[in-house]
């Protein structure tokens, strides 16, 4: 009876130091909580060009663009989710003049890269981290929210710079095409999320928006 009670305590003091243990670790790989006062700054949405305007990642093959109006509702779009979703103790800063810039188109070739030109548009604009946008594909719904003839498709990329060190901090990438609930039962839960119906590439970006905010911790 002693050697079955000495054991049962030993396992018992095992449990509890591994529970302890598993608590430790998942605290030290909880991500820090953001800092007070951060000003934000985003800027109009780009769509890259060429591969010297990319911060990371590659143009899709046979990609389509967005039009001018599309780019001006995706700014209005992420500065309304970003302003209402983002931490109270950030400040956020639009950034006016960017909206569509190509910004090979201000660099010197060979000279200074994205990442360089971008880190200089948040210095002039005093603010401690920028959010760059960028549009690498975007294919909008043809037919309507009962049906369609092809549903629509964005692939969406967001990029946060750390303005005063001059490095990218993370980036959220939503490449999305809309599926029908027989052919994505895997995935059903977006469906019915989207209210059973076909929407539009405006709408799908935004669902973007919301991962971005929540990967980057706003």
Request: with cysteine; aromatic share 6%.
């Amino acid at each position: 009876m002693r050697h079955h009670s000495f054991a049962r305590y030993v396992w018992l003091l095992c449990l509890v130091l591994l529970v302890a243990l598993a608590g430790c670790s998942s605290k030290a790989q909880r991500p820090a909580a953001p800092l007070a006062g951060v000003s934000v700054g985003i800027v109009g949405v780009v769509q890259p060009m060429g591969t010297t305007d990319l911060l990371a990642g590659y143009i899709p093959e046979a990609r389509e663009l967005a039009s001018a109006q599309a780019m001006l509702d995706f700014d209005t779009d992420l500065l309304d989710k970003v302003r209402a979703q983002a931490d109270s103790a950030r400040t956020i800063v639009p950034l006016p003049g960017e909206k569509g810039v190509n910004p090979s188109s201000e660099r010197v070739a060979g000279r200074n890269t994205a990442l360089q030109h971008w880190v200089e548009v948040g210095r002039k604009a005093g603010v401690d981290l920028l959010i760059v946008p960028q549009i690498l594909d975007w294919h909008e719904r043809e037919g309507s929210s009962a049906g369609v003839i092809s549903s629509a498709a964005v692939d969406v990329q967001f990029y946060l710079i750390d303005v005063e060190e001059g490095v990218l901090l993370n980036r959220s990438v939503f490449r999305e095409k809309q599926q029908s609930l027989s052919s994505d039962l895997l995935h059903a839960g977006n469906f019915f999320k989207r209210g059973g119906k076909w929407i539009t590439a405006r709408q799908l970006s935004g669902e973007g928006m919301d991962k971005m905010i929540t990967e980057f911790g706003l």
